[in-house]
């Protein structure tokens, strides 16, 4: 919500609506004093001051200016104090205030070189050179600007190592990012062939069971007709051992018969 308020107060202050402006950012700095947010503080602070000076109203904008300013410190913000005593040197130098603008810009440069931000200190030595030169100490203009240029300097080379850093960065996890998708092409490849491994060990399974179902049914179907066969040899032993005993008794008859027939013939012919 402070967020927001401080986004549309912005918004109204770029338009010229100075005074919707001071009405959001009012409300946002009610909402950061309650929340307890002092970096969101100190920035409406110093939005608020920036609008009274869009407003001619210079006495009350240094005031919400050096409020901005206090807050900063002791929230320990070296870059936004920094900031705020460049803003505050700029707007004495506006005012034609160059004494005044001399003292922020000292204070801005303190803070610039604890925030260790080489661009805050280049800007600073910058504006240093500007306002010197509007006092009229040339050599000291001359100074500052050799420093700002130092800075320049380094800016330039700490923007190329941090490009460096940044490729060098982007490039490791572009790596890590290749071994990853390798690492997950491998697992799904094993994961793949164990798939296939563990279809092919259950097709050979369910072939084997085929193939013991088959011959067990080819066994079964084997003794059933083994069994018949047997019953049928069974069954014609025994017609073949029936038809022998009635051949038999029937050659017993005959021998009975002709036996008969040979002792009468024999009583015959003796008598």
């Known amino acids: 919500m402070v967020s927001a308020l401080n986004l549309l107060g912005l918004a109204d202050k770029n338009e010229g609506n100075n005074d919707t402006a001071l009405e959001r ?59 705020s005593f460049h803003s505050l040197a700029f707007t004495h130098y506006e005012l034609n205030q160059i004494q005044e603008s001399m003292r922020a810009a000292d204070s801005a440069l303190h803070y610039a070189l604890l925030s260790e931000s080489y661009e805050l200190i280049l800007e600073t030595y910058a504006m240093k050179a500007e306002i010197a030169y509007a006092l009229g100490a040339i050599s000291d203009a001359y100074s500052f600007l050799s420093y700002a240029y130092a800075y320049k300097d380094s800016l330039n080379f700490s923007q190329l190592n941090d490009a460096a850093l940044s490729a060098e960065n982007a490039f490791e996890e572009e790596k890590k990012k290749i071994q990853d998708s390798l690492t997950r092409v491998q697992q799904q490849l094993a994961i793949d062939n164990q798939e296939k491994i563990n279809n092919q060990k259950l097709q050979a399974r369910e072939t084997l069971i085929w193939i013991f179902a088959i011959v067990l049914i080819l066994v079964i179907i084997g003794i059933y ?24 008794l029937q050659h017993s008859e005959i021998t ?15 008598k």
């Open 25 to 83: 950012f009012s409300e946002g700095l009610k909402l950061s004093k309650e929340s307890k947010n002092l970096e969101r503080e100190s920035q409406i602070l110093y939005n608020i001051a920036n609008v009274y000076f869009n407003k001619k109203e210079y006495d009350k904008g240094f005031e919400y200016f050096n409020e901005s300013i206090e807050i900063s410190k002791s929230n320990g913000s070296f870059s936004n104090t920094a900031i």
């Open 225 to 248: 007709f083994l069994i018949k066969n047997n019953r049928l040899i069974k069954i014609q032993n025994a017609l073949v051992n029936s038809q022998k005993e009635e051949i038999q």
């Open 256 to 270: 009975d018969s002709i036996n008969y027939a040979k002792r009468i013939q024999d009583a015959m012919i003796n």
